[in-house]
Nanobody, 119 residues
Framework: QVHVVESGGGLVQAGASLRLSCAAS????????VGWFRQAPGKEREFVGS????????TYADSVRGRFTISRDDAKNTAYLQMNSLKVEDTAVYYC????????????WGQGTQVTVSS
C-alpha cells in the first residue's frame, strides 16, 4: 500500500508560480508512475501530467504543457508539480496519485490541495 499526500496549494495572482509536492510513503518501490490531476468546481477531474517514478519520462496535458513541469526527488520519495504562468482557469483542487507496476489505473490518491488563481 502506498500513501500519498499533497501540499503547497494556495492563492496566487495570474502569472505567478506555485510548486506542489506529493510525498509518497509505504511500499514506494511498487510505484510505476505518479500522476497529477485537477478538478475545478462543476467540472470533471482531468489529467495534468505524470512522471515515471524510477526515471525521468514525463507526460503533460496540452493545457499545461510548457507551463507546468513535473519532477521527483528519490531521496525524499516526493514528486513535484512546478506551475508557472498560472491562469485563472488553472484554479482547481490538485491531486496526486500513484500507479503501481502492472496496473492500468491510479490506485492511491491523496486528499488534494486547493490552488486558486485570481485575476
Amino acid at each position: 500500500q502506498v500513501h500519498v499526500v499533497e501540499s503547497g496549494g494556495g492563492l496566487v495572482q495570474a502569472g505567478a508560480s506555485l510548486r506542489l509536492s506529493c510525498a509518497a510513503s509505504g511500499r514506494t518501490l511498487s510505484i510505476y508512475r505518479v500522476g497529477w490531476f485537477r478538478q475545478a468546481p462543476g467540472k470533471e477531474r482531468e489529467f495534468v501530467g505524470s512522471i515515471v517514478w524510477s526515471g525521468v519520462s514525463t507526460t503533460y496535458a496540452d493545457s499545461v504543457r510548457g507551463r507546468f513541469t513535473i519532477s521527483r526527488d528519490d531521496a525524499k520519495n516526493t514528486a513535484y508539480l512546478q506551475m508557472n504562468s498560472l491562469k485563472v482557469e488553472d484554479t482547481a483542487v490538485y491531486y496526486c496519485a500513484a500507479r503501481y507496476s502492472g496496473d492500468a489505473n491510479y490506485n492511491s490518491w491523496g486528499q488534494g490541495t486547493q490552488v486558486t488563481v485570481s485575476s
